[in-house]
């Protein structure tokens, strides 16, 4: 039985990251999965914060994707076009997510890590560790990675399987054969959430996300197919279908969530590290990476270096927005923010840099103020009146966000 320091199972970002910052340093480390570098159902959109974590493994000429320079945001018939700035950080990139896997992948086994091309079927624990069971045989180590995504094997063995109140579903199709430069946002109401067309190299992917206890993928699928008839016109050969649960935690669930134990860390999407309203979690994936890597690598008690840094580095932003999701999606709040959209250069500012990942949860009450969009600004933060001196309990600590 071949044994290592860590047994890492997941070979997307998470996992990929963190086996290199590993391996680097010498430890024994191997990479358990039978599927990466693969297609992944999500838009594929990385940031300029997560291409910044990655730069010192792989070169930016390794990463091919198409650089967004606009976005559009749709509600209720009304549109509208914002740029996205140039300067600076690199504003958002889409990718093909085996091409992004693939490298990361491929770093971590140039750095000395051993890759298991195999499903990790079982997971045993041991005097020493774990013994993790594939299809290809069995491997042993004293730590094990889950980095396996929202159904995470390692998550189920050590925890428990996502409620379905902390899951959002997302549905949609890649469009082969069409592509652009600008991300596409249309808000829903029923169910509550947005569609999004994020354009890769050779294929639109096309999706629609909402609270999985709130809908179904038969509910979703419509509205995709709507909107590529009447922005994209492909056809019915060009489609493909995918769906697939992504976390979205509960503010509840964030506070209470356990992210390691003896023997066991759960990185990125295994351990629901999401973020709540856009659903994006390739940056905190890659933050988790780290955090487990240092824990590993420092002098401490690495369990509970990692549960410290997480909940510090990562849990906190999560929380504020999960505060602040069911005011986003509200029809009146949406309606607010694409009239401000439109004639505020200040508020394209402030989504501009949401969208690409440079605006925190923790800062935007401030740069709301800022803007002078009072208005949507109390909305947003369910403020009844200018001051969050006369907010309730509640809405004061959402307005601490």
């Given at each position: 039985?071949?044994?290592?320091?860590?047994?890492?199972?997941?070979?997307?970002?998470?996992?990929?990251?963190?086996?290199?910052?590993?391996?680097?340093?010498?430890?024994?480390?191997?990479?358990?999965?039978?599927?990466?570098?693969?297609?992944?159902?999500?838009?594929?959109?990385?940031?300029?914060?997560?291409?910044?974590?990655?730069a010192?493994?792989?070169?930016?000429?390794?990463?091919?994707?198409?650089?967004?320079?606009?976005?559009?945001?749709?509600?209720?018939?009304?549109?509208?076009?914002?740029?996205l700035?140039?300067?600076?950080?690199?504003?958002?990139?889409?990718?093909?997510?085996?091409?992004?896997?693939?490298?990361?992948?491929?770093?971590?086994?140039?750095?000395?890590?051993?890759?298991?091309?195999?499903?990790?079927?079982?997971?045993?624990?041991?005097?020493?560790?774990?013994?993790?069971?594939?299809?290809g045989?069995?491997?042993?180590?004293?730590?094990?990675?889950?980095?396996?995504?929202?159904?995470?094997?390692?998550?189920?063995?050590?925890?428990?399987?996502f409620?379905?109140?902390?899951?959002?579903?997302?549905?949609?199709?890649?469009?082969?054969?069409?592509?652009?430069?600008?991300?596409?946002?249309?808000?829903?109401?029923?169910?509550?959430?947005?569609?999004?067309?994020?354009?890769?190299?050779?294929?639109?992917?096309?999706?629609?996300?909402?609270?999985?206890?709130?809908?179904?993928?038969?509910?979703?699928?419509?509205?995709?197919?709507?909107?590529?008839?009447?922005?994209?016109?492909?056809?019915?050969?060009?489609?493909?279908?995918?769906?697939?649960?992504?976390?979205?935690?509960?503010?509840?669930?964030?506070?209470?969530?356990?992210?390691?134990?003896?023997?066991?860390?759960?990185?990125?999407?295994?351990?629901?590290?999401?973020?709540?309203?856009t659903r994006?979690g390739?940056?905190f994936?890659?933050?988790?990476?780290?955090?487990?890597?240092?824990?590993?690598?420092?002098?401490?008690?690495?369990s509970?270096?990692?549960?410290?840094?997480?909940?510090?580095a990562?849990?906190?932003?999560?929380?504020?927005?999960?505060?602040?999701?069911?005011r986003?999606?509200?029809?009146?709040?949406?309606g607010?923010?694409?009239?401000?959209?439109?004639?505020?250069?200040?508020?394209?500012?402030?989504?501009?840099?949401?969208?690409?990942?440079?605006?925190?949860?923790?800062?935007?009450?401030?740069?709301?103020?800022?803007?002078?969009?009072?208005?949507?600004?109390?909305?947003?933060?369910?403020?009844?009146?200018?001051?969050?001196?006369?907010?309730?309990?509640?809405?004061?600590?959402?307005?601490?966000?």
């Amino acid at each position: 039985m071949a044994a290592f320091d860590v047994v890492v199972i997941g070979a997307g970002p998470a996992g990929s990251r963190a086996a290199w910052r590993l391996a680097r340093e010498g430890a024994r480390v191997a990479i358990i999965d039978g599927s990466h570098p693969r297609e992944k159902p999500c838009g594929g959109g990385v940031t300029g914060r997560a291409l910044a974590v990655v730069a010192d493994a792989v070169s930016a000429d390794a990463l091919e994707g198409v650089t967004i320079r606009t976005a559009t945001f749709a509600w209720d018939g009304r549109v509208t076009r914002m740029e996205l700035p140039a300067t600076g950080e690199t504003p958002l990139v889409v990718m093909r997510r085996r091409d992004f896997d693939r490298v990361l992948r491929d770093a971590a086994l140039a750095a000395g890590a051993v890759a298991v091309d195999a499903r990790a079927t079982g997971l045993a624990r041991t005097n020493r560790g774990w013994t993790i069971t594939t299809r290809g045989g069995a491997v042993h180590a004293r730590w094990v990675l889950g980095a396996d995504g929202v159904t995470s094997l390692v998550r189920r063995r050590v925890l428990r399987a996502f409620d379905r109140a902390d899951l959002s579903m997302a549905t949609g199709y890649y469009v082969h054969g069409a592509s652009s430069s600008e991300i596409a946002i249309a808000f829903e109401h029923q169910p509550a959430g947005y569609l999004w067309s994020f354009p890769r190299v050779d294929h639109l992917a096309v999706g629609v996300c909402a609270q999985a206890d709130d809908t179904t993928p038969s509910t979703l699928l419509p509205l995709a197919e709507r909107w590529i008839e009447q922005n994209v016109g492909a056809r019915h050969d060009q489609l493909e279908r995918y769906s697939w649960p992504i976390p979205s935690l509960s503010v509840a669930s964030l506070q209470s969530l356990p992210v390691s134990g003896d023997g066991w860390m759960l990185l990125g999407d295994a351990a629901g590290l999401v973020d709540p309203i856009t659903r994006e979690g390739i940056f905190f994936a890659l933050q988790s990476a780290d955090a487990a890597a240092d824990a590993l690598l420092g002098r401490g008690e690495p369990s509970r270096a990692y549960t410290d840094r997480v909940r510090r580095a990562i849990v906190s932003e999560l929380v504020r927005a999960a505060r602040l999701k069911a005011r986003f999606f509200a029809p009146a709040f949406v309606g607010l923010l694409i009239t401000a959209l439109e004639r505020s250069a200040g508020i394209r500012a402030v989504m501009a840099d949401l969208v690409a990942g440079r605006q925190t949860y923790r800062g935007l009450r401030r740069r709301l103020l800022r803007t002078c969009e009072f208005r949507l600004m109390f909305d947003f933060l369910g403020l009844r009146s200018g001051s969050a001196r006369t907010a309730g309990p509640h809405q004061r600590r959402a307005a601490s966000a």
